[in-house]
């Protein structure tokens, strides 16, 4: 093996730069070549390719984003597509591909390590953890630290309004963030995709709360949650929206909803997503340089390690339940 190459790809996250740092540095520390892959598996395709040396990721550790830019590239789901971005690689002398992005990024792994000679191996790069056989994938501290800033400064001034405030974070198929984010917040209520909930017990609480002296609450909702709303379409698929409509008309409270958006992908990458971004790089060119291929960088009892891609993309369909009820114990 002589020259690698690494993209980022799918929904951006912090910590990405970080990743790009280590893998380039590792590699050309164990003399070999690195080319940075511009726009994802869209730069395969169109062969945008750029030469990267130490100096080519200096000053990038603290900076949000990807200095490789991302992007969705539906052309790389087709066959004819890869064919071209296997040819463009094979030209350019590359043996071997580091990937960091979430699931659908992972997918593209398997399909390269399953149809040319390429190995390709993946890094977990989304804030919602939701990658299986990882504890941890990059972002996830730093989103969370911005989740939670948004949350001390609505708690201000829900505090000095009596009000009820919804936040809505990010989340489709996930409530990590959501239930971190709301037990380190001290939300009243956490609602997420993966646990039912009974609108009624949410209002019911909130009104007895204020009953009770409480000066404000906070619901945490992560924007995949859909039931147990029969449409979302007049909300614009914001469940947030939809909740705080609700808590309106059952309690008659002043209510306030904010959905955080994009602003939560954003941001200084925090120590944490830094170090296992740090971490994760030189893992993934370790296994390259181990010959392995079709394999997940993982973080794993504070280790990093490895594991099969097919095991990996499997979304983590539940949430800790033991954090779940520490959450409601701690909200009482
Ligand atoms: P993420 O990696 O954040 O989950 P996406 O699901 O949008 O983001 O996937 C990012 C990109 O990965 C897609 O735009 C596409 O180029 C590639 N990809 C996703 N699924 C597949 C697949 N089944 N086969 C090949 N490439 C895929």
Redesign the pocket.
């Known amino acids: 093996m002589k020259k690698i190459a690494v993209l980022t790809?799918?929904?951006d996250?912090p910590g990405m730069n970080p990743a790009i740092r280590s893998v380039v540095r590792t590699a050309i520390y164990y003399n070999l070549e690195v080319v940075g892959v511009k726009h994802?598996?869209?730069g395969l395709i169109e062969k945008d390719f750029i030469p990267m040396d130490r100096g080519s990721v200096a000053d990038i550790i603290q900076r949000g984003g990807t200095v490789l830019l991302?992007?969705?590239?539906?052309?790389?789901?087709t066959e004819a597509g890869?064919q071209r971005a296997y040819k463009n690689m094979q030209e350019e002398g590359i043996d071997a591909l580091v990937v960091i992005?979430?699931?659908?990024?992972?997918?593209?792994v398997?399909?390269i390590n399953a149809e040319s000679e390429i190995k390709a191996v993946g890094i977990p790069?989304?804030i919602d953890n939701d990658l299986s056989c990882t504890d941890y994938t990059i972002g996830v501290d730093t989103a969370m630290n911005t989740i939670l800033d948004a949350i001390n400064k609505i708690r201000d001034t829900a505090t000095s309004h009596e009000r009820t405030f919804v936040i809505e974070c990010m989340g489709r198929g996930s409530g990590y963030l959501a239930l971190m984010t709301g037990l380190a917040g001290g939300a009243e209520y956490i609602l997420v995709p993966e646990i039912d909930f009974d609108p009624k017990e949410v209002t019911d609480k909130i009104k007895q709360g204020f009953k009770r002296g409480k000066l404000h609450s906070l619901i945490l909702i992560a924007e995949g949650v859909k039931a147990p709303f029969a449409d979302l379409s007049e909300y614009n698929g914001s469940p947030g929206m939809a909740m705080g409509d609700l808590i309106r008309e059952r309690t008659g409270m002043e209510t306030r909803v904010t959905i955080l958006g994009h602003l939560q992908r954003g941001g200084s990458p925090t120590a944490t997503d830094r170090v296992v971004a740090s971490r994760m790089g030189h893992k993934a060119v370790d296994l390259l340089l181990q010959g392995k291929r079709d394999k997940m960088v993982n973080y794993k009892n504070n280790s990093i390690g490895s594991c099969d891609i097919t095991d990996a993309i499997v979304k983590k369909s539940e949430i800790d339940m033991k954090i779940y009820q520490l959450a409601n114990i701690l909200s009482m």
Request: net charge positive.
């Open positions: 790809s799918g929904g996250s994802g598996y869209k991302s992007a969705r590239c539906e052309e790389f789901k890869r992005g979430g699931d659908g990024s992972l997918r593209g398997q399909k790069g989304t």
